[in-house]
């Protein structure tokens, strides 16, 4: 039974524990949508990134470039050098080549295997950015964050508005894996100015290189 003064109200403490339990119930709440909300938007991140990688052909120049530097790379020199129909290839560095390739020997040299990498690589650009701003602002700033990368329909489908642009997070180019390894970078170097640890100087230099190695010298301006 609820405790009663002599005026027959409920007194001060009751009146405290029900506002403390009705607070604690609107703070599990919160909790529970914010989680929904963010399990939402990680499925829609799939669906958008992965979803009938293969239903699109393969675009001209670069996807189309990239799939035959890909075949003529591995029928005429087992991979040990990029080359094109015509002869070497020496537009862009090797490593996505390389790694796309390895997939390719799994998949078949055909879109799912050639997007795959980026697909994969925009999937873990998007979660990192997510726990970066999780840490450096809130937790509604990174829902946020995650809501507007998904709302932008650029970053998974090709000439969006019917605007000529075929580079995105899904395209068989190596832009995607570049972003990555710059942005891993710059997160050491971020740490290793505010802890001057060894590690994470030798670890930013060395996504550096690989961003170098991904599309060029670009990944030496962090």
């Known amino acids: 039974m609820e405790r009663r003064n002599s005026h027959g109200s409920i007194g001060f403490h009751e009146t405290f524990f029900l506002s403390a339990n009705c607070l604690g119930c609107i703070s599990m709440m919160s909790n ?5 909300s963010l399990l939402a938007m990680f499925f829609a991140l799939i669906f958008l990134l992965f979803s009938k990688l293969w239903s699109m052909p393969l675009e001209r120049w670069d996807e189309y470039t990239n799939r035959a530097v890909i075949l003529a790379s591995k029928t005429r020199t087992g ?3 990029l080359q094109l129909p015509s ?3 020496f537009e862009k560095p090797p490593l996505w080549y390389m790694i796309t390739y390895q997939v390719t020997r799994m998949t078949g040299i055909n879109p799912v295997g050639l997007r795959l990498i980026s697909a994969v690589s925009g999937f873990i650009i998007t979660i990192l950015l997510y ?3 999780t840490r450096c602002v809130s937790d509604f700033a990174a829902l946020i964050t995650f809501l507007t990368l998904l709302s932008i329909g650029h970053l998974y489908k090709n000439n969006p508005a019917n605007y ?3 580079h995105n997070l899904r395209s068989a180019d190596p832009d995607s894996l ?3 390894f710059l942005y891993i970078s710059l997160i050491f ?3 290793n100015s505010q802890k001057r ?11 550096s290189g690989f961003a170098v190695l991904t599309k060029g010298p670009g990944g030496l301006l962090l």
């Open 87 to 89: 002869g070497n290839f």
């Open 164 to 166: 000529f642009s075929t």
């Open 197 to 207: 640890k060894y590690f994470s100087l030798i670890a930013a230099s060395c996504f």
């Open 32 to 36: 529970i949508l914010r989680n929904l």
């Open 178 to 180: 570049y972003i990555l």
């Open 131 to 133: 726990l970066t701003v």
């Open 79 to 81: 991979y040990g050098q």
């Open 189 to 191: 170097f971020v740490i």
